[in-house]
């Protein structure tokens, strides 16, 4: 058995290494190069770093509900994609959900992405959970749907190959929280509002959360919070477990992004096909038995043997000085 899984992670490794593109594909009309990097949540000039970024706006008619920004410079390989939906709070609707699936498509296509950070452009809110004004238009029949394309769109987040980074200023309930138990790693401020509270609403989480949560947090703690519809703060989400990282909120309304951006940067710098296999391993083997689970560690590991990457590393050990991958 452990052999059978092993194999099958390694094909899935192979499958990662996707076809090399760069914004030099993209149609002239949707890309542009700002002077600034723009923040997600609110400016806040004492910390905003002078560097470019790259903008995909998705479609004419989208009204700006996601901003994904593709970071250069220095910082080139980190994806921001903010959430931009001021007046839904952030709700997730079918817009949103078709756009944040092209989002997703394009970061997995994109072999130079080193790490994606979620957030929010609306200071205060992360994501409110659902469009409930939009569901309440919906027939009966059209509801079941609509939540399995969230649950299959949180689950392609959770699958992207590389590490992703939840950055929540401020509220996450529903399927807003549901999102960032995707993602591998999060950071809140310690203002921000979480929990999964569907049962408020005589539902339960559907897009992952009864999953996810107990994963995270253990399976007591878990069916507390969602058996009451409990919201705790960012200090209380860290006590927990639920975020890793709780940060005191700044006046601009960014301390958790500020937070993931250098979590970004420190990400940043290492092996990227070594940092996309640690992660397939970890993925993969949490949820086997320890045998298997050093089966797919085994199979993941010869993926980085060959590679030039590997070659390089060994080679600035030697000279002393950093190394330059290129996720060869």
């Not at 909120?249 to 092996?271: C, F, K, T, W």
Request: hydrophobic share 45%; charged share 25%; proline share 5%.
């Amino acid at each position: 058995m452990a052999v059978l899984v092993g194999r099958r992670a390694l094909r899935q490794a192979v499958r990662l290494q996707p076809a090399e593109l760069d914004g030099s594909s993209w149609p002239a009309a949707t890309v542009f190069r700002p002077k600034h990097h723009v923040f997600c949540g609110a400016a806040s000039p004492r910390s905003r770093p002078s560097l470019g970024a790259v903008t995909r706006q998705y479609s004419s008619d989208s009204r700006d509900d996601l901003r994904v920004r593709y970071l250069d410079r220095e910082d080139a390989g980190i994806v921001v994609v903010g959430i931009n939906r001021p007046k839904a709070k952030n709700a997730i609707s079918k817009n949103l959900v078709k756009l944040m699936f092209e989002a997703v498509e394009d970061i997995k296509k994109n072999n130079k992405v080193r790490s994606v950070i979620l957030c929010s452009a609306i200071p205060g809110i992360f994501c409110a959970g659902a469009d409930l004004k939009e569901r309440a238009k919906m027939h009966q029949s059209e509801v079941a749907p609509f939540v399995s394309k969230a649950r299959a769109l949180i689950t392609e987040l959770g699958n992207l190959p590389v590490p992703t980074i939840a950055a929540i200023d401020g509220v996450a309930l529903g399927g807003g929280l549901e999102m960032a138990l995707a993602c591998d790693i999060r950071v809140a401020a310690n203002t921000a509002k979480m929990g999964l509270v569907e049962t408020k609403l005589a539902i339960i989480p559907g897009a992952g959360g009864t999953q996810r949560l107990p994963r995270v947090i253990g399976v007591s703690l878990a069916k507390e919070l969602i058996f009451a519809a409990r919201v705790v703060d960012g200090t209380e989400a860290c006590r927990l477990g639920l975020v890793n990282h709780s940060v005191e909120q700044n006046d601009g309304g960014d301390a958790a992004y500020l937070r993931a951006l250098e979590l970004a940067r420190e990400i940043n710098p290492q092996g990227p096909i070594a940092v996309r296999m640690a992660k397939l391993a970890i993925n993969q083997g949490i949820e086997v038995d320890l045998s298997t689970g050093l089966a797919i560690e085994e199979a993941c590991y010869a993926q980085v043997i060959p590679t030039k990457d590997r070659l390089e590393g060994l080679a600035a050990f030697k000279d002393k000085r950093n190394p330059q991958y290129r996720g060869e």
